[in-house]
């Protein structure tokens, strides 16, 4: 692995434009990223997942001039109400028979299903919101996709997110009666897991990263998918006589739902020796949060190591001095992917998981991760896996 490999990867991944579940960039990178594990030597495979995708027709509120995103599993509908800006959950009561307009407290958000949003948004529902538009604010000042559940909406009403930027937009409107125009359909997609493996023994190392995301998420799913490319090669001339199972998933944003089927093809736990997952935002710049703050050329070190017990001293040693990375904790439930694997039996398992200063919004882009900041971080997994693999 070289930096200009990483660049090259990075700038293809780029290249192939937003990676939601289904959509032809999501397709894309599928496509390309089976070409190279073959060209690696590896058998591979497709599995489909049927998950739903948004068609999005038309979604505007009174011709205000904000920007909207419609919630994935979205709930079509006009709604004509009066608009309620609500910052904490003791105004829930605003939210009756009104726009609920949502802020969330400053943080870096991923996930609906989790605090704040799950209770802010149950609480509106419960006074009565006829629609909710959430602001999750955060250092982006940006939109932010929220992964949500796979099967069924979040709310049962038109459910959409803004841009916390435009809060004085809301706040300019508030009490007035508008229009939210939510047109379309939730429609079934077909998504590929990509599925790859080399027989050279009895024992197994498992190698696996999320594909899908909102936007390009260049950092956070381009920084995996680099990282996953530049192993997957490396892997077979370092361990020859072990057979090496690869898994490149859809549906991250729904749930993980191509990782539950994906792991069906896994091997049995009490074979594989170790696995490693290659989470989210393994690496980004930091930027500088004064004024007129300018991009750092070190990493954002909002960025964890989870290791199961087995290899928490090894993980220690291999990624110490990568700001964020040190010490590794323990596996959290509902952290990604990982958890999945941890849950299922894979004992010496641990991942990477980083929330950079653009996670899930449109602009986590190419021009936000070095490909100095992420080669560190693809050597110190190699350093944990091969410290694992001698346990």
């Known amino acids: 692995m070289t930096i200009s490999d990483l660049r090259r990867d990075l700038a293809r991944h780029a290249g192939f434009g937003e990676k939601y579940t289904g959509g032809p960039g999501d397709l894309a990178t599928a496509a390309w990223i089976e070409t190279e594990l073959q060209a690696a030597g590896y058998e591979t495979w497709r599995q489909d997942v049927t998950l739903p995708r948004n068609r999005v027709d038309r979604l505007t509120l009174s011709g205000l001039d904000v920007a909207l995103y419609a919630q994935p599993n979205m709930v079509p509908g006009t709604v004509t109400a009066p608009l309620r800006v609500i910052h904490d959950r003791v105004q829930a009561a605003r939210a009756a028979r009104a726009i609920a307009v949502i802020r969330a407290p400053y943080g870096r958000h991923s996930t609906i299903w989790l605090p704040p949003f799950r209770d802010l948004i149950a609480?509106?529902?419960?006074?009565?919101?006829?629609?909710?538009?959430?602001?999750?604010?955060?250092?982006?000042?940006?939109?932010?996709?929220?992964?949500?559940?796979?099967?069924?909406?979040?709310?049962?009403?038109?459910?959409?997110?803004?841009?916390?930027?435009?809060?004085?937009?809301?706040?300019?409107?508030?009490?007035?009666?508008?229009?939210?125009?939510?047109?379309?359909?939730?429609?079934?997609?077909?998504?590929?897991?990509?599925?790859?493996?080399?027989?050279?023994?009895?024992?197994?190392?498992g190698l696996s990263t999320p594909r899908t995301g909102f936007f390009t998420c260049l950092t956070e799913r381009g920084s995996g998918t680099a990282a996953f490319l530049a192993m997957a090669r490396r892997l077979p001339a370092l361990y020859p006589e072990r057979s090496v199972f690869l898994m490149n998933t859809t549906g991250h944003e729904l749930a993980f739902g191509g990782t539950h089927a994906a792991l069906d093809h896994a091997p049995p736990p009490e074979d594989t020796d170790a696995w490693v997952h290659l989470g989210a935002t393994l690496a980004s710049n930091d930027q500088q949060e004064t004024r007129n703050g300018q991009m750092l050329s070190v990493a954002d070190p909002n960025r964890v190591v989870m290791a199961s017990e087995s290899l928490r001293d090894a993980c220690a040693d291999a990624f110490a001095g990568l700001s964020?990375?040190?010490?590794?904790?323990?596996?959290?439930?509902?952290?990604?992917?990982?958890?999945?694997?941890?849950?299922?039996?894979?004992?010496?398992?641990?991942?990477?998981?980083?929330?950079?200063?653009?996670?899930?919004?449109?602009?986590?882009?190419l021009d936000k991760l070095d490909p100095e900041l992420l080669a560190p971080v693809v050597e110190a997994h190699l350093r944990a896996l091969d410290a694992g693999l001698r346990l």
Request: aromatic share 6%.
């Open 123 to 205: 609480d509106a529902l419960e006074a009565g919101a006829k629609a909710l538009v959430v602001l999750p604010t955060g250092p982006s000042g940006d939109i932010v996709g929220l992964n949500t559940w796979a099967d069924r909406p979040f709310a049962p009403v038109p459910l959409v997110i803004g841009r916390p930027d435009d809060l004085p937009l809301y706040l300019s409107n508030e009490g007035q009666t508008l229009t939210l125009t939510l047109n379309g359909a939730v429609e079934p997609v077909a998504s590929p897991n990509i599925l790859a493996r080399r027989i050279a023994g009895p024992r197994w190392i």
């Open 324 to 365: 964020g990375l040190a010490p590794p904790r323990a596996v959290v439930p509902g952290a990604g992917e990982l958890s999945t694997i941890v849950d299922l039996g894979y004992r010496n398992a641990f991942a990477v998981l980083g929330q950079g200063r653009w996670f899930h919004t449109p602009q986590d882009t």
